[in-house]
């Protein structure tokens, strides 16, 4: 599907494209750990720890890794809060509260379907 860029940066973007522009933000969003991170964060902002016990499972290094990419993209802001111990927040931007919207729905059509998914069988040793 090839769309006219709005902002004019480009001469057009199309995910399928393996030079298109849109590549590293779809694959961001795609990533397990930044869907759940953004869902979370639709709560409202949260401490790293609040995070990570949500977000049961993902390692503190990926977490962070996840963190600043999403950071990176404007998708979440990152608010230092100078206090000891130091006081760090991170909340949705407006541009991750619209990210937010199709995650949902991802996430909810996920949970919904999960048993009607063929999954395969573990292989054995």
């Known amino acids: 599907m090839t769309t006219t860029c709005p902002s004019g940066q480009h ?16 694959d961001l969003l795609a990533n397990k750990w930044s869907a759940l991170a953004i869902g979370a ?4 902002p949260q401490r790293f ?5 949500k977000l049961q499972g993902v390692s503190p290094k990926v977490l962070t890794q996840t963190l600043r990419r999403l950071e990176d993209f404007g998708i ?4 230092v809060y100078p206090a000891v111990p130091l006081h760090v927040e991170y909340s949705l931007t407006p541009l991750g509260q619209s ?5 949902n729905h991802l996430r909810n059509w996920v949970e919904e379907n999960i048993d ?10």
């Open 11 to 26: 001469s057009h973007h199309d995910v399928y494209a393996a030079q298109c522009p849109c590549r590293p933000l779809l």
């Open 49 to 53: 720890g609040e995070l990570q016990r």
């Open 76 to 79: 979440l802001d990152r608010t």
């Open 41 to 44: 964060l639709e709560e409202g």
């Open 116 to 125: 009607q998914a063929s999954r395969p069988e573990p292989v054995a040793s």
């Open 99 to 103: 990210a937010a919207v199709p995650l």
